[in-house]
């Protein structure tokens, strides 16, 4: 048997991330213990409470953020001396945090005059950590917020407050778990740095050359296969990274330059991308971070955001496996050459293995496990599998290799039955058998530097929780909340469609300015409870705000996955923007037609489901979405086997539009449209034949 994981050659990561000499050493090592403080505190291998944890992962991020953007943008040495004096501000702020943690909760409400000082410096570093990072657009939206609960009260009927005193605002803000420590933290200090991490070691143990192997293999030779791969492939890699912009500038590398080499637009090709990179975060089992603080939020398993998203995401990559289909149609794109091709089943064949750890990761998510949990078995069985890959290599080819696995996997599966200590006992020997043998002192060079890579990726992610943490803040303490929520209800009792589509352009036009993580945060404090008021179920109105977020980078005129693939494309990137619109089309109506029936994310309620039984309305709207789907792509690309005319294609809009909404004889105009539709399409065949 030979090895199924060949450990990748090691990289200098440190050198090509962290920059080059003793600086660029310090901080690739403060990231390499940033991961390893947060491995060994979602291992419980070290217990602290869940106050402390935060508190050191926000210093941990400012004090890797700082020098690493002063550096990495070759500031002056002023500001790199600034950088360095915030960085060691945000690990003062986190240190008092734990030296002071007990006295804090005894003088919770009644704050020191030190504590001011201390809450005021973390607050001031955490909106400069986020503006360096992120621009301006979230510190500024942030900064409102805190204004407001300052100054709200002088504001006219119903926008003010009753007034609240400066040091409550800053104790309610930089202490407890209200504000910059509140729940977006909690979860980026446990599930998301961990999913992270779990990413980014697949992928150095070779998950991107897997799924793309086995992307080509299945339908590199199809019509447009070119594009489907890119697809498959992305949606297969958004299955273990859940990060839309990180998707587009790994695999889009391979695949936007295949696109174009066979004869797609340059713009079509970045779009087609950027549309199925972006689709990774809603693509169980790890999704986006979005989805972990979705599940905090609403207070319920994991596993049901995940059951919730499952049809959506299929729904999602379908639509954009069709429209690359349609276009390759229009345009004679035909497949690769078959003999060019590796085997999807040599691929698998070969490097099985590495799909364990995610095939272990969904068992314990479905079978109940926390995420925290399933995280840390499914990062220690990735590196189970890295470290083994490159100890059996000294081990002589046959029985002894296939023993050796047999072995380490009995070992591997023992934490079910004994706990997480067996797994960290053979990772330990690994370890010590790697520094001592041949070869494996190069993979621990590779795990040192994935740590560091995930710690790097984690930054931004990090930052934005802890930022967004003041939003929710001011929600709580002010009620803010309430005004734009009772104007959404207000709207909704004359027109429920009006009411979602105020709530899609405000997703959109705040994912113009800051990330999906903000967007949902904030959109989902005031709509999900005033679409709850008008019967959308909570899970659902969440995901309706998810889904736009998402869409918000591919929406212009930012667009930021679609600015990402730009480069690579060597298109502009609002021509790309454009084109991804039309291949994202199921992200548009998927959120619309689940609120209208629930059944489409696998929810009870509507009145579908009342009139004709749960399963019997999830069957049927799948059928309508698809249905929609299809009809809209056919008629936005103008092609079904031949070109459309114009009238065809308004005819298929206007049936898919109708198909949307579940109003009263909707359902059945939309149906006759698209039979009218088909049967258009049938006679201008028979006629091109004729």
């Not at 797609?264 to 972990?292: C, D, W």
Request: charge should be neutral.
């Amino acid at each position: 048997m030979s090895n199924p994981v060949s450990p990748p050659s090691p990289q200098e990561g440190h050198e090509l991330s962290f920059g080059a000499g003793p600086i660029g050493r310090l901080l690739f090592w403060i990231a390499v213990v940033f991961s390893v403080f947060q491995i060994v505190t979602a291992a419980h291998l070290v217990d602290l409470s869940s106050q402390v944890t935060r508190a050191l992962h926000v210093g941990f991020l400012t004090l890797l953020a700082f020098p690493l953007i002063a550096y990495g943008r070759n500031m002056s040495a002023p500001l790199r001396a600034l950088a360095w004096a915030f960085a060691l501000a945000g690990v003062a702020v986190a240190l008092y945090q734990w030296w002071e943690y007990q006295p804090l909760i005894l003088r919770a409400g009644r704050p020191l005059t030190q504590d001011i000082i201390v809450g005021v410096v973390a607050l001031v570093v955490v909106f400069a950590a986020a503006w360096t990072m992120m621009g301006f657009a979230l510190p500024l939206i942030a900064g409102l917020f805190l204004a407001y609960c300052l100054f709200g009260e002088y504001l006219p009927a119903p926008l003010n407050h009753r007034g609240y005193d400066f040091s409550q605002v800053i104790d309610h803000m930089a202490y407890g778990t209200e504000g910059i420590y509140g729940i977006p933290t909690y979860v980026s200090s446990t599930y998301i740095f961990l999913f992270i991490l779990f990413g980014s070691f697949l992928e150095r143990a070779g998950m991107i050359r897997l799924f793309t192997d086995v992307a080509l293999g299945l339908f590199g030779q199809r019509q447009g296969g070119a594009a489907k791969v890119a697809v498959v492939s992305s949606g297969l890699m958004g299955t273990i990274s859940g990060s839309g912009v990180a998707n587009v500038v790994t695999t889009g590398q391979f695949t936007i330059p295949l696109m174009k080499k066979f004869g797609y637009r340059p713009a079509f090709a970045g779009g087609v991308e950027a549309t199925a990179s972006m689709g990774g975060q809603i693509m169980p089992p790890v999704m986006g971070a979005v989805a972990f603080i979705m599940a905090e939020t609403l207070d319920v398993a994991y596993v049901e955001v995940v059951k919730a998203a499952l049809i959506p995401a299929m729904l999602y990559f379908a639509s954009a496996f069709w429209m690359v289909h349609l276009e390759a149609g229009r345009h004679g794109l035909r497949g690769l050459s078959k003999e060019d091709l590796p085997s999807a089943r040599k691929a698998i064949r070969e490097n099985w293995m590495l799909l364990v750890p995610l095939g272990v990761l969904v068992y314990l998510l479905f079978g109940g496990y926390t995420p925290l949990f399933a995280g840390t078995i499914g990062l220690g069985l990735t590196v189970l599998l890295i470290l083994g890959g490159s100890a059996v290599l000294n081990l002589p080819a046959g029985a002894m290799r296939v023993v050796f696995w047999m072995c380490l996997g009995l070992v591997a599966a023992g934490f079910l039955q004994f706990g997480i200590n067996v797994l960290i006992a053979a990772l330990v020997a690994l370890v010590l058998w790697c520094a001592l043998s041949r070869g494996g002192r190069d993979t621990l060079i590779l795990c040192r530097d994935s740590l560091a890579e995930g710690a790097k990726t984690a930054l931004p992610v990090g930052v934005a929780c802890a930022l967004v943490g003041i939003i929710i803040g001011t929600m709580t303490l002010t009620g803010a909340a309430n005004t734009f929520g009772q104007f959404i209800v207000a709207v909704g009792q004359s027109s429920l469609l009006l009411s979602l589509i105020l709530t899609m352009f405000t997703c959109i036009l705040l994912g113009m300015g800051i990330p999906t993580i903000p967007n949902y945060i904030i959109t989902s404090s005031i709509a999900g409870p005033a679409l709850l008021e008008l019967g959308v179920p909570l899970i659902v109105s969440h995901m309706f705000v998810f889904y736009f977020g998402i869409l918000a980078d591919l929406t212009p005129p930012v667009a930021l996955a679609c600015f990402a693939a730009a480069p690579i494309a060597k298109e502009s990137g609002l021509r790309i923007s454009l084109e991804a619109i039309k291949v994202a089309a199921a992200g548009f109506v998927i959120p619309f037609m689940a609120v209208y029936t629930p059944a489409l994310m696998l929810q009870a309620g509507g009145p579908l489901a009342e009139t004709i039984g749960y399963w019997p309305a999830v069957a049927y709207i799948v059928f309508k979405t698809v249905l929609c789907i299809g009809m809209w792509g056919a008629a936005v690309i103008g092609w079904l086997g031949r070109p459309l005319g114009w009238p065809l294609r308004i005819l298929g809009i206007v049936a898919a539009a109708t198909l949307i909404a579940a109003l009263p004889a909707t359902d059945e105009i939309g149906f006759a449209l698209s039979a009218l539709f088909v049967g258009g399409v049938v006679v201008m065949r028979r006629r091109a034949v004729a």
